[in-house]
Structure formats: C-alpha cells, structure tokens
C-alpha cells in the first residue's frame, strides 16, 4: 500500500514538473562588404547628420541612414518634418509650438484667444472658462473663416496664419462657400 502511494505521488510530480530543452546559440556569418556595395549611390559622399540651427533646405533633412547590418533609430530614419521636430527637440526647441492655448481668460471677439495655425485649416478645443468647465468643444478655423465661437460657454479663439505666403504645395481656393443659417434670413447682423 505504501509502495503504491509513493507510485503515485511521484507520478503527480513528475507531470507538473517542465521539461528542459537544451539551448542552442546560433551564429550569424557576415561577410564584409565594400562601401560601394552598401552605398546605393557610390558617386555621392556618405551624408552626415545636420543640427538643427543649420538647416536650410529640404536636402538638409534628408538622413544619413544607419550602418549596414545595424537597426536605425528615429533619428537616422526621420525625414522632413518628422527630422525636424526630432532636431529641433535635440537643441530644446519647440518647432510646432505645442504649448497649450491660453486658458486663464475667456476670449471675446474684441480680444479672442489666436490659435497660430501654418495650414488653411486648424482644429482648436475648447473646455471653457474657467478650465474644464464642460467636455472639449471641436472648433474648425481656417483662412476664410479664421473667428470660431464655442457654443457651450461663447469663448472665442481667432486663427493667426504663420505658414509660408507661397507654399507650392497648397491646394486651397478660397471658394468655399459657408451654409445658410437662420441669421441669414432674420438679421445679416448677427451672422
């Protein structure tokens, strides 16, 4: 009886028990390459990372790329703007102007609160006066329409366009009509 107690105990221990498997190491061979083989353009000289306070043009942002057989980091992957904020965070400057609006007054249409924007259109949220009074309120704003109003407490947020006066990249028309309200139709002045 014993003997058949033990069997079975060492049994139950023996299931809960993992099983080991030897660990195996791989090698990886690599062969040395020469740098016109890496190089995808053996007649330019290898580029190098430019600071931030020395770019001037979109060639500046281009990156250098990592080492053969190395896993690049954000900055040596990053191009255009991303490679810009990534530089500009390196020297502590705020390229995009990420700080939070000014929300230690309520904005009116004599004095709004400006939302810098460097596109045709920008959305601002509004959480009222004093901060966080009600849910964010969406606020579209662009360069026909540059004013909004939050429909929740009135604050008022006005774009300021700092992108550049000719961008070539613009597809904007200024033909956008707005929609009828009932202003329209009672009081122009109120629109």
């Not at 959305?123 to 109003?149: E, I, K, N, Q």
């Not at 992108?163 to 929609?179: A, I, M, S």
Request: aromatic share 8%; hydrophobic share 35%; with cysteine.
């Amino acid at each position: 009886m014993l003997l058949r107690r033990s069997a079975i105990a060492f049994s139950r221990r023996a299931a809960i028990t993992p099983i080991r498997r030897s660990f195996s190491l791989s090698i990886v061979r690599r062969e040395e390459k020469s740098p016109q083989d890496v190089d995808p353009q053996p007649d330019k000289p290898v580029k190098r990372s430019v600071p931030f306070h020395e770019v001037k043009t979109m060639e500046d942002l281009l990156p250098p790329g990592a080492e053969p057989g190395t896993i690049p980091t954000d900055l040596e992957q990053a191009t255009g703007l991303e490679r810009l904020e990534i530089l500009g965070k390196m020297e502590g400057v705020d390229v995009f102007d990420m700080r939070p609006l000014d929300a230690s007054r309520m904005g009116t249409l004599d004095n709004p609160i400006m939302v810098n924007s460097f596109g045709n259109e920008q959305y601002a949220g509004c959480t009222g006066y004093p901060a966080d009074s009600h849910w964010v309120v969406w606020l579209v704003l662009s360069r026909d329409r540059p004013v909004g109003r939050c429909t929740n407490c009135g604050n008022v947020l006005k774009m300021n366009y700092v992108g550049p006066p000719g961008d070539p990249h613009e597809h904007y028309e200024g033909k956008w009509e707005e929609p009828k309200s009932f202003a329209d139709y009672v009081r122009l002045e109120y629109r």
